[in-house]
């Protein structure tokens, strides 16, 4: 068994694999980490290893603690991915995205695609049917406009997510909402016809702390799977276990 860790910018994913099955899941803030993976290897003495992947401030330390009673893997620039970086700066993509790209790359063989991470940043990451990763994009997530139209202006509140009921606020907060929730719905939707008018064999998933909520919004309807990037992980690491 092993322990899948995803350190975010905001928060902390974790589940439990038993070979490719997914046995539990786990959110918790960064403070928490040692503690609440001590809980989880108690609750499953079967685990034997540890695979973190971290875009967080968190010190590998923590981690670490934890050597005495399993093995710890992490996720780095140096590890075996199974497609071919194009990116022109690799050592400055975030591991999370290289993650999700060599998930999408195991889970779709053959196929073009598209990943989108709604976090706290939305990524989009390309990889195409030759395994080759080209790059994407990076966004504000949902949270994050919130808190930059609060955080930069003097006279905007701060909200919290709420549906807009049309894309014609006729309030400022209303307008707040159309311009944070649609926006992004417009933003995903634009980047979906980009990329299907350019590949005709493509998948694309959506995944993320968001992922829900905006799927139901979408003009297109794709694939959801809010776990994608710890199932990502499990994968990258079988994968890194066979490659290295
Ligand atoms: N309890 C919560 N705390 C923070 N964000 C939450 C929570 N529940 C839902 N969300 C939504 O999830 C989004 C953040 O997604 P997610 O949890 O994937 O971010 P994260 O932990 O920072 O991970 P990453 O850095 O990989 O994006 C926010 O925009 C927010 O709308
Ligand atoms: C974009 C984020 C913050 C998303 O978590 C992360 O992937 C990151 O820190 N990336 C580094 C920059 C890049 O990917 O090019
Ligand atoms: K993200």
Same mark, same amino acid.
């Given at each position: ?20 099955? =997914?046995?539990? !899941? %786990? ?11 001590? @809980? ?16 967080? &401030?968190?010190?590998?330390?923590? %981690? ?11 996720? =780095? ?17 975030? /591991? ?19 990943? /989108? ?24 997530? /949902? ?7 609060? &955080? ?9 997510l709420e549906p807009p009921l049309d894309f014609v606020g006729n309030s400022t907060a209303s307008a707040i909402h159309s311009g944070v929730v649609n926006g992004l719905v417009y933003e995903i939707d634009g980047f979906i016809?980009? !990329? @299907?008018? @350019?590949?005709?064999?493509?998948? /694309? ?14 003009? &297109?309807?794709? !694939? ?12 990258? !690491?079988?994968? =890194?276990?066979? &490659?290295?």
């Amino acid at each position: 068994m092993i322990v899948a860790v995803d350190v975010g910018n905001t928060r902390v994913k974790a589940a439990v694999f038993e070979e490719n099955t =997914s046995v539990e !899941f %786990f959110v918790f803030d960064t403070k928490e980490i040692q503690n609440q993976l001590q @809980k989880i290897l108690k609750k499953y003495p079967e685990v034997t290893h540890l695979v973190v992947s971290s875009v967080g &401030n968190v010190t590998q330390d923590v %981690f670490l603690a934890l050597e005495n009673e399993i093995v710890v893997h992490f996720v =780095s620039h140096k590890s075996a991915f199974p497609f071919v970086n194009t990116y022109a700066t690799p050592m400055t993509l975030g /591991i999370d995205r290289m993650v999700l790209a060599a998930g999408a790359t195991l889970s779709f063989p053959g196929q073009n695609r598209l990943v /989108i991470d709604a976090g706290t940043c939305v990524t989009y990451d390309c990889v195409d049917a030759d395994d080759r990763y080209l790059g994407g994009a990076i966004s504000p997530g /949902i949270r994050l406009r919130y808190e930059a139209l609060h &955080n930069y202006t003097a006279k905007l509140p701060l909200l919290s997510l709420e549906p807009p009921l049309d894309f014609v606020g006729n309030s400022t907060a209303s307008a707040i909402h159309s311009g944070v929730v649609n926006g992004l719905v417009y933003e995903i939707d634009g980047f979906i016809e980009e !990329f @299907k008018a @350019k590949y005709s064999n493509f998948i /694309i998933i959506l995944t993320g702390g968001d992922a829900l909520f905006l799927a139901m919004r979408l003009k &297109n309807t794709i !694939f959801a799977n809010s776990n994608f990037l710890l199932e990502s992980l499990n994968q990258t !690491f079988q994968y =890194s276990i066979h &490659n290295d």
